[in-house]
């Protein structure tokens, strides 16, 4: 398109959630609450992990790779918008704007890997549990964790560095509370068409690649529980939804934001603050909630129903499966019983030994 005699803009203006100063204000209190309790729940759950040595296991370091990224998710939003909240001018700069791009696409586009991964690994514990230790062996996941930060800046710079050369000119108005890609690109004044294919099909690929990972995994792990006999063993290892919770709770907001059109609408607007705001908050709640390894709960005596550990590899207990019948020939007390927190699903009990983090 051509410019014309067009001046170029060097600011916009974030029109944010409402532009009544009560609702601001009230807005800015909700918020704040909303950021404070993602910052200590994500820290929290870091600093679990870290200091039990029990938690330093394949899951939990993806999951302390998760809580990281939804503290730098947050923390790239929530603050410009508690600033323009209480603030009378709620303009960021050409430059702030396009950097805030660039780091939700690292943090959005990371953390759907994760997700992937995480699902991947329990599809491993509860499909594979003979082979757990020999599939989430340390280089893999270690590659999961690092390709997925790699496949985050990957995907923001095939977005951001083509939007660097748009021209910016007379409409300023973002129609959001922050600056993501499908609100910048039809206030550009130049040909946005590369732009556009390049945010279409990184979105295509990434999204829904991660998350045909996501749905084969848990296709399998659906399968695996419901041939389960034991209808304590099949609750048990239901428990596993808390990842199931989270993926949904993300990737359904986040895909509809991006593929629907963008026009400043409530429900939009609704969907960004799901999948920007609150999935960061309620990650660590929904893990903590569900995994009693993670809230320190006192043992069980006896788990008949949950995997079984014996010289540092994870077994299914022949109960879940079986109906409490023992392999012809094998001795009673050949498989050692570690005690596991009482309610823990199963996936989780079997991320306890195979690998040790170091």
Known sequence: ?????????????????SANPHVQALLFVLFLGIY?????????????????????????????????????????IVPK??????????????????????FVFVTARTEACLLSGMAYDHYAAICRPLLYGQIMGKQLYKHLVWGSWGLGFLDA?????????MVFCEAKIIHHYSCEMPSLLPLSCSDIFRNLIALVCSTLLHGLGTFLLVFLSYTHII?????????????????????LTAVILYYGSALLRHLMPN????????????????TPMLNPLIYSLKNKEV????SLQDSSDLPQLHKGQARWNRLAFTE????????????RVTPQPRGACACSALHAAPTALQ
């Open 263 to 278: 026009s400043g609408s409530p429900i939009e607007l609704i969907f960004s603050v799901q999948y920007t705001i609150l």
């Open 223 to 243: 399968s695996t529980i419901l041939s389960i006999s034991s209808t304590s063993g099949r609750s048990e290892a239901f428990t596993c939804s808390a990842h």
């Open 324 to 335: 409490g019948r023992r392999e012809p020939g094998a001795p009673e007390s050949s498989v």
């Open 157 to 165: 710079l095939i977005n951001v560095l083509p939007a660097v050369n």
């Open 36 to 76: 404070l309790l993602t910052i200590m729940g994500n820290l929290m759950l870091l600093l679990v992990i870290r200091a039990d040595s029990r938690l330093h296991t394949p899951m939990y370091f993806l999951l302390s790779h998760l809580s990281f990224v939804d503290l730098c998710f947050s923390s790239v």
């Open 295 to 298: 809230k320190g709960e006192r």
């Open 81 to 102: 918008m508690l600033e323009n909240l209480l603030s009378q001018r709620k303009t960021i700069s050409v430059e702030g704007c396009l950097a805030q791009v660039f």
């Open 1 to 17: 398109m051509a410019l014309g005699n067009h001046s170029t803009i060097t600011k916009f203006l974030l029109l944010g959630l």
